[in-house]
């Protein structure tokens, strides 16, 4: 088996663990769930990506351009940190779906103080790293042209939720923290 698949298989299965821990954490229960689409959509996009990366890396001959993949490692790698921190500074908040739970705080640790979504951020991060690292063009393509829209549509709907839910707390976040810390509101 080549180097570079051995190498990769070796870091997606340690990402993989990593994550399954970040996702086995749960924040507390009986949350108002305000949004039922956005989930199960990104959830199905995000592996789309996943799997379509893997089926164009190892379906066609696995040549792969080293910088571009080095490049890839270090933003999916990013990515993965970055979540690792987002799950913990939510704490008692965290969950997957959105939903506003009995004294809902607006959380401004972690990298929230930088980002109002860097968990999102950090998602885009991991899959286009994924795409880099397998040198999987067209899946980058398809995270670009559809995931993204997807992600915008959840940070949107998030967004509303939040600010209808905790009110001026949330509005005077939003003021003095942007989105995914670039410009985009």
């Known amino acids: 088996m080549h180097l570079f698949t051995i190498f990769f298989l070796i870091y997606f299965a340690t ?12 924040g507390e229960g009986g949350g108002n769930l305000r949004d ?3 989930f199960p959509t990104t959830f199905a996009s995000y592996l789309v990506v996943v799997m379509g990366s893997l089926a164009e890396f190892f379906l066609r001959n696995p040549q792969v351009n080293l910088w571009v993949s080095l490049l890839g490692y ?3 790698t990013a990515g993965v940190v970055i979540t690792r921190r987002c799950v913990f ?5 965290w969950s997957v779906r959105i939903e506003t739970k009995k004294d809902h705080q ?11 979504h860097p968990y999102y951020l950090a998602t885009l991060l991991e899959l286009g790293g994924l795409c880099l690292i397998l040198n999987s063009y067209r899946t980058f393509l398809y995270l670009a042209l559809i995931h993204l829209p997807l992600v915008v549509a959840r940070i949107t709907s998030e967004e509303r939720i939040l600010t209808a839910s905790l009110g001026t707390p949330y509005l005077e976040y939003k003021r003095s923290v942007r989105v995914l810390p670039f410009p985009c509101d």
């Open 74 to 76: 270090l933003l999916a």
């Open 89 to 93: 500074a939510l704490g008692r908040w």
């Open 15 to 26: 990402v993989t663990i990593i994550k399954a821990s970040v996702f086995r954490i749960h």
């Open 106 to 116: 607006v959380v401004r640790e972690g990298p929230y103080r930088v980002s109002r």
């Open 36 to 38: 039922n689409w956005t």
